[in-house]
Structure formats: structure tokens, C-alpha cells
């Protein structure tokens, strides 16, 4: 795990582990992530060749934070690690990481499609899963049901 850490915190020196987590989870801070994300990609010693999957989680409106968790794979050394950036649920943004990784390009839409999370610079930030005009979020705590789409009762 400190190998990780050192190679992260080249990259952010703000980074932390996250206790008792499996994968290793690092938490970062949303303006190096990138940053990160590339050192671990193209790092020998490590070499994340695939981001497996891009998790949202909406912590609710009590503590005002939402979190998205990078779950990456490095086929190689068989290794695993996560990387969990916290935001503001106000506005929560993150950069993109479909310029490291070409998978974060669908992963990246369904956590906004279900969370309304912005991923910075995104090449194609647009609905995946629910119809270009649905209302809200689904998946987030506060999230109310349209009654009604397209002439079609939604709540039963």
C-alpha cells in the first residue's frame, strides 16, 4: 500500500488511504485527479491499464456531499485499487477521465445520468440509461418521481 501512496502522492500531496477498505481505496482531491489517474496508468510500477467501473454515491442532502469511486485493474501485476473523490453536492463536478481511459466515456455518463454528477471536459456528457428529457436524478436521496411522462403515468 505505500508504494501506491507514494506514487499517488507525486501526483497530489493531499492524498490519503481510506481505512478498511478492499480494493485499497485513496482518497483524492477532484482538481488532481487526472493527474493521478494518468500516474497510475502509465506509472512501470504499477501500469492501472483498465478503469473497471466508476461508482456514484449520494451521501444525502443532510451532509451536503456526494462521492464518485474509480474502481481501476492493472491486468499485468493482478492488482486492484480505488481512487474516491468527495464533492459538494451543490455543485458536483469532476474532471473527466476518458482521456486516460476510453471506458470512462459510458461510465462517466451513467453516474450523470443517475446522479447528475458533471465530469469537466467530457467528449459526449449527455443521458445514457433514461430519455434525454427525464426530470432529476434517480438515484440521488432527494430524487421525486415525475407523475407523469409523456402522457404516461409514472407513480403506481
Known amino acids: 500500500m505505500s508504494d501506491f501512496l507514494n506514487i499517488i502522492l507525486k501526483a497530489d500531496d493531499t492524498a490519503a488511504a481510506v481505512p478498511n477498505c478492499t480494493p485499497v481505496t485513496f482518497l483524492v ?3 488532481k485527479l487526472t493527474e493521478v489517474a494518468h500516474e497510475l496508468h502509465v506509472n512501470p510500477q504499477t501500469y ?8 456514484g454515491i449520494d451521501n444525502g442532502p443532510d451532509t451536503s ?8 485493474y492493472s491486468i499485468p501485476f ?14 458536483p463536478v469532476v474532471p ?15 453516474t450523470f ?19 434525454a428529457d427525464w426530470e432529476g436524478f ?3 436521496k432527494d430524487y421525486k418521481e415525475q407523475e407523469r411522462y409523456r402522457d404516461v403515468q409514472v407513480k403506481y
Open 96 to 110: 473527466t477521465l476518458s482521456s486516460v481511459w476510453k471506458s470512462a466515456d459510458w461510465l462517466e455518463r451513467e
Open 138 to 140: 434517480p438515484l440521488r
Open 48 to 55: 492501472f491499464d483498465q478503469l473497471s467501473c466508476v461508482t
Open 65 to 72: 456531499t456526494m462521492e464518485v469511486i474509480y474502481h481501476l
Open 113 to 131: 445520468d443517475m446522479y447528475g454528477i458533471i465530469f469537466e471536459r467530457h467528449p459526449d456528457l449527455r443521458r445514457i440509461l433514461m430519455p
Open 29 to 31: 482531491t477532484s482538481k
Open 78 to 91: 493482478n492488482l486492484s485499487l480505488a481512487l474516491k473523490v468527495i464533492l459538494s453536492r451543490k455543485d
